[in-house]
């Protein structure tokens, strides 16, 4: 993996998160866990480059999240949809689901990623945040919260960006 700026990227986070999805992923205890997502984006905020990502109270990836400092999003070619589809559909708690999908997690300083990835941005963990009912507007909660499971918003700082060397 070679080091880019987030400026050499160049990333529609549009098409990058909401249509080819992302991996979320950390470590907690010597174990890592992942998950797929396609909400989130990138910006600017505290006078840093920053990802946004959402995580619903029932995953266990939260639970890894909350514990580690970093996380990292990982990007994959478009061959990759069945293996995330899977990742985003089974959890982590009753398989090793990274295994069966043929991933091998690496690390960037103690953060977990995957050999696999396209790209991978390393972030710190900077803030977390509540969603709250009285937030939203009446048809958000009946679309997406009807069964009570809100999600936490969570701002990481950029780190690094990793993107694979191609020969």
Same mark, same amino acid.
Request: glycine fraction near 8%; hydrophobic fraction near 40%.
């Given at each position: 993996m070679k080091e880019i700026t987030i400026k050499e990227w160049g990333v529609n986070p549009f098409a990058a998160i909401g249509k080819e999805w992302m991996l979320i992923t950390a470590a907690k205890d010597g174990k890592v866990n992942t998950m797929t997502a396609s909400w989130g984006g990138m910006g600017v905020i505290w006078g840093a480059d920053v990802v946004y990502v959402f995580i619903r109270q029932s995953r266990f990836t939260k639970e890894f999240i909350d514990a580690? #400092?970093?996380?990292?999003?990982?990007?994959?070619p478009r061959n990759a949809q069945k293996a995330l589809a899977y990742l985003g559909s089974h959890s982590g708690r009753n398989e090793d689901k990274i295994g069966k999908v043929g991933f091998h997690v690496a690390f960037n300083n103690g953060t977990p990623y995957f050999e696999e990835a396209q790209t991978t941005v390393i972030c710190t963990k900077w803030s977390k945040h509540s969603i709250k009912l009285e937030d939203m507007p009446a048809d958000v909660r009946e679309k997406w919260y009807?069964?009570? #499971?809100?999600?936490?918003?969570?701002?990481?700082?950029?780190?690094?960006?990793?993107?694979?060397?191609?020969?």
């Amino acid at each position: 993996m070679k080091e880019i700026t987030i400026k050499e990227w160049g990333v529609n986070p549009f098409a990058a998160i909401g249509k080819e999805w992302m991996l979320i992923t950390a470590a907690k205890d010597g174990k890592v866990n992942t998950m797929t997502a396609s909400w989130g984006g990138m910006g600017v905020i505290w006078g840093a480059d920053v990802v946004y990502v959402f995580i619903r109270q029932s995953r266990f990836t939260k639970e890894f999240i909350d514990a580690a #400092d970093t996380f990292s999003l990982t990007f994959f070619p478009r061959n990759a949809q069945k293996a995330l589809a899977y990742l985003g559909s089974h959890s982590g708690r009753n398989e090793d689901k990274i295994g069966k999908v043929g991933f091998h997690v690496a690390f960037n300083n103690g953060t977990p990623y995957f050999e696999e990835a396209q790209t991978t941005v390393i972030c710190t963990k900077w803030s977390k945040h509540s969603i709250k009912l009285e937030d939203m507007p009446a048809d958000v909660r009946e679309k997406w919260y009807a069964d009570n #499971d809100y999600h936490d918003m969570y701002i990481g700082r950029i780190e690094k960006v990793l993107v694979k060397e191609t020969i």
